[in-house]
């Protein structure tokens, strides 16, 4: 009876401790690796509101714009293990920039998978006074003029960068990089005519294509996206091309796997809102929540591949 007496009370003890180390703090901060008012900031709005309404808790963004999202990158690898830090990560941190910098954090050992957040093609576009109407115009103005365009990105071993220096290689032009901060940033000198091209995001770019202050050429996806059918995809004129963007919800590997799993059911939950599909969708972030394990396998694939573009195409962090 001792014995059975002894168990029971030991039991007793050790189940609040396992529930309490799931259980997420009632303040949860979401980092976004780029300024404020573009896409990855805009998708971590839509999505915290949610989860914060889901859980009763307060989740808030942080802003840690610079170096391509690496220094948002760097300080969730290096933030708090309790689950009250988590990062919208992207592409360019998690796939590109390891192959082409040192940095302070080591993706496989330093950062634990949530799950994906969004996978959705970005859309290539120019400002009215280019001149251009259509892909071909563009690349036939490029090899006009070499060296004469530019484009920008959102930083040096982002998406959009890799995305244009695909576009080199496949088109055999030579347009310019110029890193930004973010998304916004670089539509703005877009639209104030210091850029020729960006690879965009629709949820950037599209109020600015609605209101005719800037041009769409194409969609970066293999097939045409469901937010922009009537354009072309890159891969209609250069056949095989293909650069998608994504997100995807990481946080520091030291957190315990309990609060991991828990985060991960959480933001798919949130991510699966209808409201939430309903609105990422509608601005070109198409939601493609998943497994802990399929997150992990998707970012070695994705390092892979880019690991090496970077070595055909000899491309460096300058």
Not at 81 to 97: E, R
């Amino acid at each position: 009876m001792f014995r059975r007496s002894f168990i029971a009370a030991a039991t007793a003890l050790l189940l609040p401790l396992g529930a309490a180390a799931q259980e997420l703090p009632k303040k949860i901060t979401i980092v976004v690796g780029f300024a404020a008012g573009g896409a990855a900031d805009h998708a971590a709005r839509v999505v915290a509101k949610r989860l914060g309404e889901n859980l009763g808790a307060t989740v808030v963004i942080d802003n840690k714009a610079g170096a391509g999202g690496n220094i948002a990158h760097l300080a969730v690898a290096q933030g708090p293990t309790d689950g009250s830090m988590i990062l919208l990560g992207s592409v360019g941190p998690l796939a590109i920039a390891p192959h082409m910098m040192k940095l302070g954090y080591d993706v496989k050992k330093d950062l634990a998978p949530l799950t994906m957040g969004m996978n959705f093609p970005s859309v290539l576009v120019v400002p009215p006074n280019l001149g251009v109407k259509t892909l071909a115009e563009l690349i036939a103005l490029a090899k006009k003029q070499p060296g004469a365009l530019n484009y920008g990105s959102t930083g040096a071993g982002s998406a959009s960068h890799l995305a244009g220096e695909l576009f080199n290689d496949r088109a055999g032009i030579d347009v310019v990089h110029i890193p930004y901060k973010g998304g916004a940033p670089a539509v703005n000198e877009l639209l104030a005519g210091r850029l020729s091209m960006y690879f965009a995001t629709m949820s950037t770019a599209g109020p600015h294509i609605t209101a005719g202050k800037l041009v769409p050429l194409a969609t970066t996806g293999l097939v045409r996206a469901p937010f922009a059918p009537e354009l072309p995809t890159v891969a209609e004129l250069l056949p095989g091309f293909t650069a998608t963007n994504w997100y995807a919800f990481i946080a520091s590997a030291k957190t315990p796997t309990p609060l991991l799993d828990r985060l991960n059911a959480e933001l798919v939950k949130a991510l699966k809102s209808p409201e939430v599909v309903e609105e990422l969708t509608r601005s070109g972030l198409l939601p493609a929540p998943g497994t802990r394990d399929e997150l992990a396998k998707y970012i070695d694939s994705e390092s892979r591949t880019w690991g090496q573009v970077i070595v055909d195409r000899k491309i460096t962090a300058n």
